[in-house]
């Protein structure tokens, strides 16, 4: 029996490589394997992020990987699929990623304390990133808890996950969508959130096949 394709998870802006540790275990008990990728969202910015994806993601040469990614990560990963032209397309799952901008960042960037603290992924935030190359199948999973930095900030931003609204979530050549009852950070901690990544990555569905 082969080995299951590795899966690289991409933690988002303000939360590190641990953050990404309880979903990796839900992954493997699900009999995925998974690689964790560090990068520094605030310095780096998309393009150096995603080239430094691109080559983390090539180190394991045996199959082709997937992707998981939280929030920001979720734009890096999209922006490396397109410099892996020589890679088998395969699946990625985002969650909470602001595909079409965020309100929040833009909110933050109006003040320079805001855009030191985005620091070079501010901008990015600002404009989003909603291209997936072709080929690949991407599944996206959005947060309805309103419970998060934009909350706190007093940022209106409908229905949301209380950092990245509903709205900023969507992408037209996704493969397949869901929102569930969490928050952002809440997204990396659910039980039913790490069902749906692992029978997505499985079988290209966000819910498992009967």
Not at 90 to 99: E, M, N
Not at 110 to 131: H, K, M, N, Q, T
Not at 149 to 165: E, F
Request: proline content about 5%.
């Amino acid at each position: 029996m082969s080995e299951p394709a590795p899966v690289v998870l991409v933690h988002g802006l303000f939360y590190g490589r641990l953050s990404m540790a309880l979903l990796a275990r839900r992954l493997r008990r699900a009999g995925l394997r998974t690689r964790s990728f560090a990068y520094r969202p605030t310095r780096d910015g998309l393009d150096a992020a995603a080239r430094a994806l691109a080559r983390f993601a090539a180190a394991d040469c045996t199959r082709p990987p997937h992707f998981v990614g939280h929030s920001f990560g979720g734009l890096v990963i999209l922006r490396a699929l397109e410099l892996q032209h020589d890679r088998d397309p395969g699946r990625a799952v985002l969650l909470g990623s602001p595909l079409q901008g965020s309100r929040v960042a833009r909110q933050l960037c109006r003040w320079r304390p805001g855009r030191a603290l985005l620091g070079a992924a501010g901008p990015e935030l600002v404009a989003g990133y909603d291209r997936i190359r072709s080929g690949w199948k991407v599944g996206l999973i959005a947060g309805n808890r309103s419970l998060g930095l934009g909350r706190l900030a007093g940022i209106r931003l409908g229905r949301s996950d209380g950092t990245v609204a509903l709205d900023e979530v969507m992408a037209g050549d996704a493969a397949d969508r869901d929102v569930l009852p969490v928050s952002h950070t809440g997204l990396l901690v659910s039980g039913r959130v790490a069902e749906r990544v692992a029978a997505f990555l499985q079988n290209g569905r966000l819910r498992s096949l009967p």
